[in-house]
């Protein structure tokens, strides 16, 4: 008899474990790094490799971390996005450009336009693997403290800038708009 109840129990386990997780939101995936320190990073830049970007520039004030590559659909899905977020000076944008080729980077950068105050290069992905990136496009807010307070995965639309965003850099008092 037990021999029969024990796989039926197992079963309605794992049965609840599928239910609960499909109603889940499949865009928000955890990060632990919520609240702490964004990691240090020192990169060479996608518009000029003989010079470097560190997060240390960015001390003192929030900005973006925008995680993206040429070969990223999602990325230029979003791409539009992010020049009009640049215009709107609410806070910088740091592209972390992923696992790409710096040519083709370049050239996005100046066929497309450039949303950001600068890219870092991140050739072999060990920076994006710091900040936990599961994949492109990913966008961290970081406060002027330091701290990473948001992360959205995927491509980025007014409405998200908006509603996820917008709310939280008020809450700083840092948004210039």
């Known amino acids: 008899m037990w021999r029969y109840l024990i796989p039926i129990g197992l079963f309605g386990a794992l049965l609840a474990f599928f239910y609960l997780g499909l109603g889940r939101d499949q865009q928000t995936l955890p990060s632990p790094l919520i609240g702490k320190p964004a990691p240090a990073f020192e990169l060479p830049r996608v518009d000029d490799p003989s010079r470097t970007v560190s997060s240390q520039e960015f ?13 990223c659909p999602g990325c230029r899905q ?6 009009d977020i640049a215009r709107r000076t609410v806070v910088p944008i740091i592209g972390l450009d992923w696992k790409d080729d710096l040519e083709l980077a370049q050239r996005w950068l100046r066929e497309l336009g ?20 599961y994949g492109a496009p990913e966008t961290f807010l970081v406060d002027a403290a330091g701290r990473i307070v948001h992360k959205h995965v995927g491509p980025l639309t007014i409405d998200i800038w908006e509603e996820e965003f917008m709310p939280k850099i008020a809450a700083t008092g840092s948004a210039n708009e």
Not at 59 to 71: E, H, M, S
Not at 78 to 83: G, P, R, S
């Open 114 to 133: 450039d949303p950001y105050a600068v890219t870092a290069f991140d050739s072999e992905g060990r920076v994006a693997i710091d900040w936990g990136v």
């Open 59 to 71: 001390a003192g004030r929030p900005y973006l971390l925008n995680v993206w590559g040429t070969w």
């Open 78 to 83: 979003e791409h539009d996005v992010l020049l």
